[in-house]
């Protein structure tokens, strides 16, 4: 931190007390959520944001105002790794149904991962950033019950992650459901307040707290913006930290060795879904395609007599003649 940074985050402590529990309580000077122009609050832009495994004009920014196309899936991250933090931000999804998040504390490892091409989120705490209409569309889609998540603030670990949920807890046992219903539909502002402090998550949406975790281990990572399938806004961001980590250099990934598919019973072009296709080559990778827009290619990582799987761990699986993709989708032949 440098030197102003110190004397904002003492002149905040002061106003608070010892910290988080005044704040949590509402017995801080400060309102809660706050505004972000208390002491040591940061605006974030784009420049302070390092692509990690999306196209690189997935995220456009006009100063403080991101705009994602929501394609590919994936993520960029804040900087730097954070340690304890408080984290204000608005979003707007563009397109019904849409889906997204905000990753805190995703690990320096998945994120060296993804920047290898090895999957498509981080390994973190998911503070899930969903429309209103994603469970219809889920019902429609699945033929199952939309039961196992909500629109209105979920908090949940992804991937070898600890934590606690704050209940009422999803049938899984592993997400935090909100106490309350505050999300607002497409093309309307929505307001998130995110502390991380000291192993515990809490999130409040529109002002009220919802939903969160504790016992959370690691507790220090990467704040992450995520794009996945739709169109989606953020603005008005702002951190404070709490803490200080480091420098958090990557950890280096050693990518597995690409396998050939020469001669494998699942070579060509399989459509689905509505223009989707993905093209099987005899090198060993697999080109996602939507229409004639490429979406991503992976490499072929591990394969037998009438599967194979790529890069993220994608199976797919070849059944008479489908082709079984993620376990998920069900191709042709083009």
């Known amino acids: 931190m440098s030197d ?30 706050p505004t972000g122009n208390e002491p040591g609050w940061k605006v974030v832009t784009g420049e302070d944001f390092v692509n990690v495994n999306c196209f690189p004009d997935t995220w456009r920014w006009e ?3 991101a705009y994602c ?40 490892q998945s994120i060296s991962k993804l920047a290898a091409g090895q999957g498509r989120l981080p390994h973190g705490i998911e503070v899930q950033v969903l429309d209103l209409g994603y469970a219809e569309h ?9 039961d196992w998540f909500t629109s209105h603030g979920d908090v949940f670990p992804v991937g070898p992650i600890k934590m606690n949920p704050f209940p009422p807890v999803a049938p899984n046992g592993k997400r935090s459901f909100p106490t309350k ?23 409040w949406v529109n002002g009220e707290e919802v939903s969160g975790g504790d016992g959370i281990e690691p507790a220090s990572g990467y704040f992450c913006l995520e794009s996945e399938g739709a169109p989606i806004e953020f603005r008005n961001i702002r951190l404070r930290k709490l803490s200080e980590v480091g420098e958090g250099k990557l950890p280096v990934h050693e990518p597995a060795l690409t396998l050939t598919l020469k001669g494998h019973p699942a070579l060509g072009v399989w459509k689905y879904l509505n223009g989707y296709t993905r093209e099987i080559a005899e ?25 194979f ?9 070849l059944i008479g003649n489908t082709l079984d993709i993620e376990g998920k989708y069900q191709a042709v032949r083009e």
């Open 4 to 33: 102003q940074d110190l004397a904002d985050l003492a002149v905040y402590m002061q106003s608070t007390g010892s910290g988080e529990d005044d704040s949590i309580s509402g017995n801080s000077a400060e309102p809660v959520p």
């Open 63 to 65: 100063g403080g105002h």
């Open 69 to 108: 196309t929501g394609k590919p899936t994936g993520v960029i991250r804040y900087r730097e790794p954070l340690g304890n933090f408080e984290l204000l931000l608005e979003w707007m999804h563009k397109k019904n149904a849409g889906n997204s998040g905000v990753f805190v504390w995703a690990t320096p």
């Open 138 to 146: 889920y019902t429609k889609r699945h033929k199952k019950p939309a």
């Open 181 to 203: 219903e505050t999300t607002k539909g497409i093309n309307q502002w929505n307001h998130y307040y995110v502390r991380a402090v000291d192993g515990e998550v809490r999130l």
């Open 283 to 307: 090198d060993g990778q697999v080109t996602l395609r939507l229409g004639q827009n490429v979406i991503w290619k992976r490499r072929c990582i591990s394969k037998s007599e009438n599967e």
């Open 309 to 317: 799987v790529l890069e993220g761990n994608l199976v797919h699986k």
